[in-house]
């Protein structure tokens, strides 16, 4: 079955860049009927999605609005995984950072198991 | 951006009762892209129903869902002692993703 493992750094500094990874199984990253994404969950802004990457004959993104300036998200094909980073980070980004896989009309049907970044000096 | 407002913030409920929650859209979302998941602490959103009314994989019966246009409703026939969590509606309807901010489900 189709399974995401997230790893990276629990504690950022403020001003430095966010930088996570989701290793998948059971799929690819560069399957033309899945795209993969980053969602965040605070107390203060819920579940808030931030953004996908995917493969459609070349690489696409899709970012949210309120991140766009700062984000990247990238595929690794070499290693079937896909990146997060989230650059100039304040303490508003501490959340739990989760990965998660959607299908069209399916939305997010896998799930990465979360992990919590902190931005403290 | 579509804004989702669930109601009730909190519901509070004995097991075999039956729940209601509730979603409301901003603007009309399409019926294919509207979604509700559960979640319980400690652990990562687990995807329930899409396209309104479709179950995904492995969910059991009790649980329904059905609306149009801007109200969305997820039906729990019968409350077992593991439905007690918290429960997000959320579109994906065009580029942007967006979730409610959640309903609590409580064991009364």
């Known amino acids: 079955q189709v399974q995401l493992q997230q790893s990276g750094p629990g504690l950022v500094k403020p001003s430095q860049t966010l930088s996570l990874t989701c290793a998948i199984s059971?799929?690819?990253?560069?399957?033309?009927?899945?795209?993969w994404n980053w969602i965040r969950q605070s107390p203060s802004r819920g579940l808030e999605w931030l953004g996908k990457t995917y493969y459609r004959s070349k690489w696409f993104n899709d970012y949210a609005g309120s991140v766009k300036s700062r984000i990247n998200i990238n595929p690794d094909t070499s290693k079937n995984q896909f990146s997060l980073q989230l650059n100039s980070v304040t303490p508003e980004d501490t959340a739990v950072y989760f990965c998660a896989r959607s299908v069209a009309a399916i939305s997010f049907d896998i799930w990465g198991q979360g992990t919590m970044v902190t931005v403290s000096s | 951006e579509i804004v989702l407002t669930q109601s009730p913030d909190t519901l509070s409920l004995s097991p075999g009762e039956r729940a209601t929650l509730s979603c409301r859209a901003s603007q009309s979302v399409s019926s294919s892209y509207f979604a509700w998941y559960q979640q319980k602490p400690g652990q990562a959103p687990r995807l329930l129903i899409y396209?309104?009314?479709t179950r995904a994989t492995g969910i059991p019966d009790r649980f329904s869902g059905s609306g149009s246009g801007t109200d969305f409703t997820l039906t729990i026939s019968r409350l077992e002692p593991e439905d007690f969590a918290v429960y997000y509606c959320q579109q994906y309807a065009g580029s942007v993703r967006t979730f409610g901010q959640g309903t609590k489900l409580e064991i009364k």
């Open positions: 396209g309104t009314s």
């Open positions: 059971g799929d690819s990253v560069s399957s033309n009927s899945a795209a």
